[in-house]
């Protein structure tokens, strides 16, 4: 995982992206308060503005800024009681970061691995067992981020960095599930202010 300053504007390129399973993957996310998600959708529109890559041109419900802690192509059902300790922990959106190779990359906000934030993920992982996780989503390999653009070319990027504002401070509000296979999201819990 890499380490961003506050307030960077350094990017970093942790790893490869490796192949993607055949189908999209099912995922279990977590969820930030408004405030955040307002903070994040305003730097989609500002990427839009410019003509570059962004998420804001996926206006379905489902495209809700997010931090994924499980994607795989088969997921089991989850109890309730998995979500039982799970608190609406505290969320730093931190430096950009850049996923992938070649021309196109995917850009991303960071996320503060807090030790919180790593037994969560943990815990999610425990309940679904052993299985084949997308990139950047294994125990061991996460990196917690919200994504911007899913395709931004690197020649935009000096531009694109200048849409991102500083460090922001936010709560997990919720966990959902994402079935492509249905197109539908799923709540799963509401997390509980502790």
């Not at 390129?13 to 999209?24: I, L």
């Not at 997921?75 to 009681?81: E, I, R």
């Not at 922990?89 to 990359?105: C, D, K, N, Q, Y």
């Amino acid at each position: 995982m890499p380490h961003a300053d506050a307030g960077s504007r350094r990017v970093v390129t942790p790893h490869a992206v490796g192949t993607q399973p055949r189908r999209s993957p099912s995922t279990i996310e977590l969820l930030l308060d408004a405030a955040a998600e307002d903070a994040v959708r305003a730097e989609w529109e500002a990427l839009a503005a410019l003509g570059l890559s962004s998420l804001a041109g996926h206006t379905s419900a489902s495209n809700r800024p997010h931090i994924t802690l499980a994607a795989r192509t088969e997921l089991p059902l989850l109890d309730a009681g998995v979500f039982a300790d799970l608190l609406a922990l505290p969320i730093t959106l931190g430096a950009p970061v850049l996923f992938g190779t070649g021309e196109r990359r995917v850009l991303v906000r960071s996320i503060l691995p807090t030790a919180e934030l790593q037994r969560s993920h943990a815990t999610i992982h425990t309940a679904i067992g052993p299985g084949e996780d997308a990139p950047h989503t294994a125990p061991g390999e996460w990196t917690p981020h919200v994504t911007l653009a899913r395709r931004l070319r690197l020649a935009d990027l000096e531009t694109a960095l200048g849409c991102i504002g500083g460090d922001v401070h936010s709560r997990a509000t919720s966990v959902r599930r994402w079935d492509p296979a249905t197109g539908t999201t799923t709540t799963l819990a509401t997390l509980p202010q502790g």
